[in-house]
């Protein structure tokens, strides 16, 4: 399903699509986005809500798609369902795609994401899919907070996968992951695997935590004869 209409808005945005609930049964869809690698796509969500009734990543940034959203207003996405063993992201970041959280100047503009599953194979809140690696995660800017009652990260990896890149230049951020995985970086192991990924924190205001894993860095486990997360880790400023 779509979420709403999508329309160009006005100028200080260059060729964005807003996306906003409307009416009363919005919030069970899903936001689906498949575009070429070589085109970017720029979003504004605003006041947008979406609690799908079945297990599918409220928010899918699939194959290579370049993604935009600029936040206004209040946003709330969270994933409440799983399938067998596995559960999706808040928002899915594919392996390959590439997902910026931004706010225009003079927005004052939030979301919220939240992964309440817990099962073996979880999702993050905002990354990977159950079973499936994650792509490149950057925030710019708005508030953002998200929240992994699952074994995925908060922002990152799926349970027993790697991110390509997390990445946070501006904005304000809560990460907290209250079962294994980390706040900011990968879930916890399945079966001891090796996860990998690249951390950079350049700007913004941070706060990240976990209550099994690490704040910043792995999910709890390990592979065997291998560190848990073999990966680049980078602070600034």
């Known amino acids: 399903g779509q979420v709403v209409t999508a329309r160009l808005i006005d ?18 869809y899903h936001l689906s986005v498949d575009i070429p690698a070589s085109r970017e796509l720029k979003l504004v969500l605003k006041n947008l809500t979406i609690t799908p009734a079945e297990a599918i990543a409220p928010i899918q940034i699939n194959g290579e798609s370049q993604v935009t959203t600029y936040l206004e207003g209040k946003n709330k996405i969270s994933i409440n369902i799983s399938e067998n063993s596995s559960s999706p992201a808040g928002i899915s970041v594919a392996k390959g795609a590439k997902l910026t959280i931004d706010n225009e ?10 992964n309440n599953t817990n099962v073996s194979r979880s999702g993050a809140a905002i990354g990977g899919n159950g079973e ?28 027993g996968k790697s991110v390509e890149e997390i990445r946070i230049s501006g904005g304000t951020v809560t990460a907290k992951s209250s079962s294994n995985g980390a706040g900011i970086g990968t879930g916890g192991a399945f079966r001891n695997e090796e996860r990998t990924g690249k951390i950079v924190i350049e700007g913004g205001t941070g706060n990240a935590s976990s209550e099994n894993g690490a704040g910043i860095g792995s999910g709890i486990g ?14 600034h400023g």
């Open 105 to 114: 100047l003079g927005q004052q503009g939030s979301i919220e994401v939240l």
């Open 132 to 159: 499936q690696d994650a792509g490149i995660i950057h925030i710019k800017g708005g508030t953002v907070s998200a929240t992994s009652a699952s074994k995925g990260a908060a922002i990152g990896a799926s349970v």
């Open 11 to 28: 100028q200080s945005y260059d060729k964005c699509y807003r996306i906003t609930s409307s009416g009363n049964n919005v919030e069970k």
């Open 222 to 235: 390990y592979a065997r004869s291998k560190p848990a997360i073999t990966a680049d880790i980078e602070i």
